[in-house]
């Protein structure tokens, strides 16, 4: 009886033990890293923070408050010393073959041959990419650069849409913009830079060390190296002086299966930033669908619209509303934003508005200056992200966002993304929503052709913007 007990226990020992192996050799780990040795010396908490853009030239918006995109980037070639990191959904930057149609197609080039003279200048270039692989990867790869890819739809049946780079792990860039020529030339982008902030960037860095150990894996690991734990939350901020004046900033992830210890999802963070509004929520966003769809049926997704109800019902904070009008759009687009909008019809205590931002239409039938933005400010805090405001994307794919807040200040970053949002908002391309009226969105092929863009739902990679 002793001895069927003492191999009992000896059995019930082996497993546990196995089990324990299995979760070691399942878990993602870093090794080798120094990013975690940060203190006082070096990790500098006094930021700036340049807002960026794209604006096509057929665009007539003023550029006035903001720097390039593409001077923008260049510059963090300009500072890269040791490495430069960039993840990007998809690479299309050599667009010799559009130079007729789009001269300013050459500004893809011209940034994809300095990626390309990294190696020579003693930087490591790394990037994580989505599937398949890319000609233009393989290309960077023969310069020297490390490449790797995600599989997205093995570990969550998504996307990738995270969009950032990571500089000495001191400056960082985080935006809607692709590693695209559309981005720096045809489309309507706007991001954040980073400059000589070590510790945000080594939290950016973590993210992009988790997809990096991800490449081609078909699960996702049952426990996160602590490694790659989030440095800063929703919860516990990084405090730094931004051009001078006190603010706080964390970086936040999706979706919730890619999420280590402490890390803030992207959900969290919009609902943070709208439940600290205290007068007005302003959104510039691609897509708005509350919609939670698949191959078969789609069911409403209540966390965004459920938040803007509350905001606007609750708390009678002023909400505006600022769509993208292409042809991806999905009709019932429309049908959400006039129910967001009726809830104030009875009441003057409360305040929304919604408009679409419909591009341009070249002679040729072609599109210009398609708003690829992604963000929402308040009166106190900034979100910049890499997702739509749709169910799948939140939940299935992968992105990244940054919060920065500056509580009590009434200048500063959000008054500046304030000011573009108004600009945009004033704008002869922005349409207010008709009771009842679905707008007519401009539809091209022309310039979409072969762009691995969104559809409704963010689920197709052959789609155009």
């Not at 994580?128 to 000609?135: E, F, K, Q, R, V």
């Not at 000011?419 to 401009?442: E, G, M």
């Amino acid at each position: 009886m002793k001895s069927q007990q003492k191999c009992i226990v000896i059995f019930a020992l082996v497993c546990c033990f196995a089990v324990l192996v299995a979760l070691i050799f399942s878990a993602v780990d870093v090794l080798g890293e120094d990013e975690d040795i940060l203190n006082g010396d070096n990790c500098s908490d006094i930021c700036q923070v340049v807002l960026v853009e794209n604006i096509p030239e057929d665009i007539s918006i003023s550029h006035e408050g903001t720097t390039s995109l593409t001077a923008g980037l260049h510059s963090l070639l300009d500072l890269a010393q040791k490495s430069v990191e960039v993840v990007s959904p998809w690479w299309d930057l050599n667009s010799t073959e559009q130079d007729a149609r789009f001269p300013q197609a050459k500004q893809g080039r011209l940034l994809l041959h300095r990626l390309m003279g990294l190696k020579a200048q003693g930087v490591q270039l790394k990037v994580t990419s989505g599937m398949p692989p890319s000609p233009e990867l393989e290309l960077l790869s023969h310069y020297g650069a490390d490449v790797r890819y995600l599989n997205m739809t093995a570990l969550t049946d998504g996307d990738l849409r995270s969009s950032f780079w990571v500089v000495d792990r001191k400056h960082m860039y985080i935006g809607s913009a692709a590693m695209d020529w559309r981005s720096l030339s045809m489309l309507k982008e706007l991001g954040l830079i980073v400059y000589q902030c070590r510790c945000l960037a080594v939290d950016l860095h973590r993210i992009f060390n988790l997809y990096w150990q991800l490449e081609y894996k078909e699960f996702v690991p049952a426990i996160w190296s602590k490694r790659l734990s989030a440095l800063y939350s929703k919860d516990e901020h990084f405090s730094f002086q931004l051009n001078g004046s006190q603010a706080t900033a964390y970086v936040s992830s999706s979706p919730n299966v890619f999420r280590p210890k402490d890390r803030t999802t992207d959900l969290e963070a919009i609902f943070r930033v709208i439940q600290e509004a205290k007068r007005f929520i302003y959104i510039s966003m691609t897509d708005y669908l509350p919609l939670l769809s698949s191959n078969t049926h789609s069911k409403y997704w209540s966390r965004i619209d459920g938040m803007l109800r509350e905001a606007l019902i609750l708390k009678h904070i002023k909400v505006r509303l600022l769509v993208s009008c292409r042809e991806q759009t999905h009709p019932l687009t429309f049908n959400f934003l006039w129910s967001l909008q009726s809830l104030c019809v009875p009441t003057n205590s409360c305040s929304m508005e919604a408009r679409f931002f419909s591009p341009r239409v070249r002679d040729d039938g072609s599109t210009q200056g398609v708003q690829h933005h992604r963000y929402v400010v308040t009166d106190n805090s900034v979100y910049i992200g890499n997702l739509d405001w749709v169910g799948k994307e939140f939940v299935f794919n992968a992105g990244a966002g940054l919060v920065v807040s500056e509580p009590g200040r009434s200048s500063g970053l959000s008054e500046r993304v304030k000011w573009v949002f108004d600009r945009d908002w004033h704008s002869v391309y922005a349409k207010p929503l008709q009771p009842n009226k679905i707008p007519t969105c401009s539809s091209s092929t022309a310039v979409s052709k072969g762009h691995p863009g969104h559809t409704e739902d963010s689920g197709s990679p052959n789609a155009s913007l």
